[in-house]
């Protein structure tokens, strides 16, 4: 199925530097949502965007949906070791045949030093 | 709030046997809610949606007879996985969303399902 073009795969950092990876597509979408996922666990809701344009924040996590709706960025200032984890964005477009799915990016692996 | 459960959260089953996974909103209803199964270090994969009070609507390329799935409320949804074998070992995740929303979804915490 479509798949999200999500980068960088993988990245590594120092503890107190800030992350930042995106999602584009070659289509539109209605939301943009990024998820992030422990091991063995389900991915838990970061932040949820609407509109076009919209820039929001949620705690030291911004994200920034497209102005074209074709991509997304999400964005985690001063990193700390709990920040480890597989980022996903997501997008929903809404009605027809592809109503209520969700299209999902390949993952962002972060790994932070202390 | 938008809390979502799943159980059980691990289970070894024997090749042959039938294994249930239950999936519920705790403190929301949700007329759709969505069974996912998950690679190592790999994405998400959309198996089914499943409806409140009507017939799952299935990937292509996903078994129906084999991944039951059954929304009998709106806060419960079942899958269950028919004959098992190790090959459908994986990590199998459902989501939802309040009310009749699918554009914001929380996912339950996953089950781990092996097949020996």
């Known amino acids: 199925g479509q798949q999200l073009n999500q980068s960088p795969q993988s990245m590594f950092i120092q503890e107190g530097e800030d992350v930042s990876m995106n999602c584009t597509s070659s289509?539109?979408?209605?939301?943009w949502l990024w998820y992030k996922q422990d091991p063995g666990e389900g991915p838990v809701l970061l932040i949820a965007?609407?509109?076009?344009?919209e820039l929001t924040s949620n705690g030291r996590l911004t994200a920034q949906f497209g102005i074209t709706r074709k991509d997304s960025f999400l964005n985690i200032s001063a990193s700390i070791p709990s920040d480890v984890g597989i980022y996903f964005c997501?997008?929903?477009?809404?009605?027809?045949?592809?109503?209520?799915?969700?299209?999902f990016g390949q993952g962002t692996i972060l790994t932070v030093h202390p | 709030g938008a809390v979502v459960s799943q159980h059980p959260s691990r289970v070894i089953c024997k090749s042959g046997t039938s294994v249930k996974i239950e999936c519920r909103s705790l403190?929301?209803?949700?007329?759709?809610m969505f069974w996912y199964r998950q690679f190592p270090k790999q994405s998400l994969m959309l198996m089914a949606t499943?409806?409140?009070?009507?017939?799952?609507?299935?990937e292509q390329g996903v078994e129906k007879d084999k991944f039951l799935i059954n929304h009998a409320s709106l806060t419960l949804s079942t899958l269950t996985v028919t004959s098992a074998h190790p090959e459908d070992s994986s990590f199998y995740i459902c989501?939802?969303?309040?009310?009749?929303?699918?554009?914001?979804?929380?996912f339950g915490p996953g089950t781990r399902l092996t097949v020996l």
């Open positions: 989501s939802a969303g309040p009310g009749h929303r699918t554009d914001t979804q929380y």
């Open positions: 965007l609407y509109k076009a344009g």
């Open positions: 997501a997008g929903h477009l809404g009605g027809g045949t592809s109503y209520g799915k969700l299209t």
């Open positions: 289509s539109i979408f209605n939301t």
């Open positions: 499943s409806n409140e009070g009507s017939k799952a609507t299935y």
């Open positions: 403190d929301f209803q949700a007329t759709t």
